[in-house]
């Protein structure tokens, strides 16, 4: 690599979707590549190894792989600044999350073509996409694939805390199901993970690493994009930061932007795309005045239920001790017991009005089997069990912004929760909900002691006031540059992903969502850029 090379594409960020877009690019259109990743390289056992994923996530170690964020002061939860995280190294997020295999319903993406105008983005889009990229271990049918780079696998550690809950939520009606991935998301089952042989599958584990030496592909780590540079109304590359020296590279053809749904509206900005009268407010003059750019920014919020259990049923204590050296021996020898769990291992998806319904699902719930720290106030750890309600279609809407006009500076993000008077009476429902859970047989006969919201919060008032008080993300922020039909004012793209009044820029990641699909978003994100580069390239 030198300084103001020429490459064909440009893609900025190798996470999930930037890996899918630049593997595309490579090995189906031959193009010349340059991605770019502000991270490290993503060389870690806290990545490989699955049980590790919460020191990375609750910032306790391996922080140089990830980027910490927290918002602005949220006025309808106490106040609090929320922390989300997301992925800083080859891979994103997906060598840092849960590694949660899911998709949308047939109906979330549906919905996409319906915001697009009619241009099609609906599922059966979808369908050949995630067949293509999935090679899984148990499904391999219409839905699925069993032979593609992006690993899919049940988990290889099951809790008994979790095998209640499964059987918990099937006396109380929701029926058990053995397939999240085929457009109907009914149901309580097994939560498939990216992992095979007991490690962590990332999208640069699949989509990136089998083509690292490829001649047409460059990767640069380290590499942190501040502007676009432009000739004209065209963007002909990005000006980045190298290890504390500013660069250029120029794209003959088209920039990607793939630095997820944070940084891509952040670049934007800084380049002078978006809400003009905030660009002055920093002295950055406006090129296109996009007022979408930051705005539509979605999460899935999660109300929780915490109660210590009566014996140990969970992870508790599995990390210290001989407990660890056992584990971390059987773990490196056979690649088997507590290190190769995520945690949840079970999901359910309902809707709250009629849990037995075929109604879109409304909820998320699942059990991690300990006390979430930050529930504690004090409180000794101890063994216990957190259920949580992963609200995935709520209607408050956020926004992020720039705190500065210096690029290196960290964005303002606001989350806005339960600014639409419609979530807080979802939010009451699920945690009344989470805590009958919490009563019912076989779960209730190992629960001892109720922590959050805590006995004494009896009316609804006082529940969501607990809610206030505990509300987190789930760590899946999205639509900050959404994709929509020609007569949307907000719309950032068009319905093929082309920046509005920009030649020559696109955004494939998950700040294109004109709104979130109900699961977590990683084969999504894959998929979306797949998509993104087929159009591009003039696929439909």
Known sequence: MVDGDTYDYIVVGAGSAGCAAANRLVTEYGARVLLLERGPVDKSMLIRWPALVFTIIQGKAGKKWAKHYHSVPQPRVNGRRIHVVQGNTLGGSSSINVMAYLRGSKADYDRWTEAAGGFDWGWDV???????????????????GGDGPLKA?????????????????????????????????????????????GRRVSAADAFLKPIMGHPRLTVVTDAEVRTLRFSGDRVVGVDYLHRGRMRSATA????ILTAGPLVTPKILMHSGIGPAEHLAEFGIESRVDLPGVGENFMDHPIVSWMGTTKGKYGIFGEDTGLRAVKNALQYMLFKTGPITSNGPDHIAMLNLDDPTATAEPNVQIYCVPMLWSEFLKGRKNTDGVTLMANIVQPYSRGRVRLASADPAADLEIDF????DPRDAPLFVKALKYLRSASKSEPIAHIIDEELVPGPRAVSDEDLLEGIRATLRTNYHPSGTAKMGADDDPMAVLTPDLRVRGVAGLRVMDVSMMPHMISNSFESTACAVAERGVDLMMGRR
């Open 126 to 144: 979808f369908a050949p996409i995630f067949r293509r990229h999935e090679g899984n271990r148990r499904l391999d049918n219409e839905a699925h």
């Open 153 to 197: 696998n049940d988990p290889g550690y099951v809790t008994e805390a979790n095998e209640l809950f499964m059987k918990t939520m099937q006396r109380r009606g929701v029926r058990y199901t053995t397939d999240f991935g085929a457009g109907d998301l009914h149901g309580v089952g097994l939560m498939q993970v990216h992992t095979r042989k």
């Open 252 to 255: 003959s053809k088209e920039t």
């Open 416 to 419: 806005n929760w339960l600014n």
